[in-house]
């Protein structure tokens, strides 16, 4: 940052389940939820937020979401695990 009076640059992140049938059976409907929740919850703070909108649950998407947010220079990472994920 290069002043204090700067807003933070908050990168946001969730990772869901990579199994198509546990994501689509059971891991979705809490996971996307709690994403959107958080997105909506980080907006309202003093900061400025970088948010992935996907879940990431593939390692390509894992990949391709970290690489938008090195591109973006965000100052702080906050990775949302809210269901399991390998």
């Known amino acids: 940052m290069e002043a204090l ?4 640059r908050v990168g946001f992140i969730t990772f869901g ?3 198509e049938d546990m994501w689509q059976n059971v891991f979705a409907r809490l996971t996307v939820p709690l994403h959107e929740k958080a997105i909506v919850i ?3 703070l003093p900061l ?3 948010a992935v ?3 990431a649950r593939t390692r390509g998407q894992i990949n391709d ?3 938008y947010l090195k591109g973006q220079n965000v100052d702080v990472l906050v990775a949302h ?6």
Do not use: M
């Not at 695990?81 to 390998?86: E, K, M, N, Q, R």
């Open 42 to 44: 980080l907006k309202e």
């Open 48 to 50: 400025e937020l970088v």
């Open 65 to 67: 979401a970290v690489d």
């Open 53 to 55: 909108e996907e879940v």
């Open 17 to 19: 389940d990579h199994r």
């Open 81 to 86: 695990t809210p269901c399991w994920t390998s």
């Open 5 to 8: 009076n700067e807003k933070i």
